[in-house]
């Protein structure tokens, strides 16, 4: 289980999280959804071990995030906002050297990569450099970079960002399939119909602040509305402002 | 396998593969010494070519005695007819024409004073007005001589007509100018060993970081240190790769220099070429964790190279100065890192060999600093704010 309780972060004068708990269950699919600048991001840079909160308690499997971080990386699979693959290296390479740096022996790894290549259908381009690859091919060869060390937390920011149909299809499939073999879960996202089809917990986040925390129908009554999309913005307090 | 291993074999495949690096690591050190061998040969040519003086001589049928004495005189004399010899100069067919009256003869028998036209062009080039003073040098004395010998004919000390005379010692000559560019191979030793990692230590961090691959990477399990000692060490071991081009450049480029035609025994041999890998080993590690360290605090790989361009000026500082205060070797310069590096370097090519206790502490002291900067280093980069 992922446990966030009272997080709170500063980048100079701006307040990104300013008091967030929430708790991401195994065999879950959990979204943390919220509009652009809302701390979604921050949230997940402090469980992935980058960033240390000014306040709050992070844990990852009881573990606390910020006190034993080297245990944490073990067990999380990161993929960043947009890709960050290395370019002159092959889509292989770039997840050969994600499950080297998580000490996985060769033994291990290539059957692992090759299972991964299968999974996320990279046969046909994974072993050309990432230069020239299009946004979906990107985020698969990001996706098994995260997922080589076979890790229980899969953490996701933003992962359907630029993919056009197909490959949102795609991803959904993938991100399913975790759920289904016991997977933590979480993910980031804007967008409210991705949640809709995907997620079995919704976080809403606005102005570094919890707006709602529970099912997604539990989300639709509350705001009494059908509307999804009205829902959301009811909740991440964004008709207030306007 | 460790973590420093990994990151050390993944960033040096990684750059290994990119043209741009390849090409800014090893252009310098591959062309550097055949540009200064180039340099050396060119300047050497000159300056043996310079002792030739080639002239005209309009009259020359009327003065044999002054011609054979000049062509005695390492001189090229070409004798014209010309109504008007200015027009020689002027219109460019001979930089310097040398006109003797006809009566030069008759004056001469007489004992009169014979005055000779040099005509030149004084807005040309140096050459010619060495050339010029050189062969007003040689009728001087030519007509000195002549002088002397009618002193003595009408029993006259000569050297009453001689109450001072002046002797001329060229300092620059072809060996002295050979050895003031060698003492500019230095600089380019320097260059060379910080060009070689210039384009990794900003791949390596400004250019991780705006890709958006460093922040998986810190995701990763792996100790900050190990991190930034493979960063560091793929850049050194560019950096000396780069070195070792270099001085294999030199080696193949210095034979192609006439020194034995200056008088000079330079030989630069593989002995002194390891000795100068040695000493610089240390500057190629602080020129790693220098570039790391500057090349992290840029926020985007054009800030990284704005600042590493002035990085890369500043080791060459103390270089000029050192030769504007004409340093010497002492012991206190071999604490100052590039500085004494230069200076060791020198001193093995002159042949002169340098001191041990000079070598191990440069080498200590330069070793040390490169620790230091490498610490500086791992420290940023167990900040957060390494993110941007």
Redo the contacts between chains.
Sequence with gaps: MISVRNLVKSYGDVRAVRDISFDAKDGRITALLGPNGAGKSTTL?IL?????PDAGRAEIAGVDVTDQP??V??H?G????????????TGV?NVR??G????MSAQDLEPRIEALVEQLDMADFCDR?TAGFSQGQKIKV?LA??LVHDPHYVILDEPTNGLDVMATRALRDIISKLKQIGKCVLFSSHIMQEVDALCDDVIVIGGGKIRFDGTIDALRELAGTEDLEEAFVQMAGLSEAS | ?S?FR??FN?EF???F??RRTLLSSFSVAILGPIFFVGVMVFVLERSLGDQQISFAVVGAQHAPGLMSFLEKQNTQINSVQAEEPRKLVTQGAYKIVLVIGPDYGERYARGNVNTLILIHDSSEISSTRRHLSQLRGYIHQYSRTIGTLRLWLRGLDPAISNPISTQELDVASPAARALMILSSLPYFLVLVIFMGGFYLAIDTTAGERE?????????????RAQLVFGKITTTAVFGMMSLLVFLGSLYLSVPFVPFERIGMALEIGVAQLINVFVISVPLIFFAAALLTVVASFAKSYKEAQTYLTIVVLVPTLPLILAQLMNLETTLAIMFVPSLSQANLMADLIKGEGASVINALTSMVSTSGYAALLTWVAVSLYRR?RI?G
Excluded: C, W
């Excluded at chain 1, 080297?100 to 000490?103: G, W």
């Excluded at chain 2, 890709?211 to 100790?223: C, M, N, T």
């Design positions: 840079r992935s071990t980058v960033a240390e080297m245990q990386r073990r999380i990161v993929l960043p906002h947009n890709s960050g693959l290395y370019a002159r290296l390479e050297y994600f080297q740096l998580q000490n450099r990001a970079r995260a | 396998m973590g990994v990151v993944k495949t990684d750059n593969r990119d890709h958006g691959s460093l922040e998986p990477l810190l995701a990763q399990p792996v100790d957060e993110l």
